[in-house]
């Protein structure tokens, strides 16, 4: 289980530490950035993302009255002594950062799968393959946007053998980002096609920014 004190996390996104009333040092355990799926839990930290149609900052009252207690924002307008926050410049980039400091702590081979078509296909098949040989980490369901590959990656716990994790991208300087948080030893490319093709000027230009998933 991801296992981290809130004081650690703090130091690996260089973020402001703003202590509640009841702040302890505990152990975190989940990390949170949907507001609906959170029902009860004092482990639990919520990730305050924002993007063009949602603001998880505006749900932070709501989550506080439901007992969380911890929190990652980049608004310092919602801080209050209820609740412990660490403030960051960028959320979504401070869950990437999290996510590939907790791939650095694990030496089991690691297979990144991307492509225009097929990865979950591929990904699903290669577990079901090779699940009865090595206990396998992998993305749940199609995770591998931005969000859903570190979500995925911070499943990484001692007790796995392999992982299994796959990259979508849309546009140029995306799978950047990706890449340090999955740093695979093994890489399959499935196919270049016109899935999401309006991001990129050329089939060249999307087939170069897949492949530096596997530069490393």
């Not at 209820?82 to 979504?92: G, Q, R, S």
């Not at 695979?184 to 000027?201: S, W, Y």
């Amino acid at each position: 289980m991801f296992s981290f004190t809130i004081s650690e996390i703090a130091g690996v996104l260089n973020a402001e530490l703003v202590k509640g009333q009841n702040f302890t040092d505990r152990k975190i355990g989940q990390i949170v950035t949907d507001s609906r799926t959170y029902f009860k839990g004092e482990n639990s930290l919520f990730f305050a993302l924002t993007g063009p149609r949602n603001n998880g900052h505006l749900y932070i009252s709501n989550l506080i009255e439901k007992g969380l207690t911890a929190f990652v924002v980049s608004d310092s307008s919602v801080i209050s002594s209820k609740a412990t926050f660490l403030l960051v410049e960028d959320t979504t980039s401070a869950l990437q950062k999290l996510a590939a400091f907790n791939r650095q702590k694990y030496n089991y081979p690691v297979i990144g799968i991307t492509g225009s078509n097929g990865k979950t296909i591929v990904k699903e098949w290669l577990y079901h393959i090779l699940s009865g040989e090595f206990k396998i980490v992998r993305n749940p369901k199609s995770y591998n946007s931005q969000v859903g590959v570190p979500l995925s990656v911070l499943l990484m716990e001692a007790g796995y053998e392999l992982g299994i994790f796959e990259a979508g991208i849309s546009q140029p300087g995306e799978m950047k980002n990706l890449a340090e948080i999955i740093r695979p030893t093994l890489g399959i490319f499935t196919n270049i096609g016109d899935a999401h093709q309006e991001g990129f000027v050329s089939a060249e230009q999307k087939a170069e920014e897949k492949l530096l998933l596997f530069a490393n």
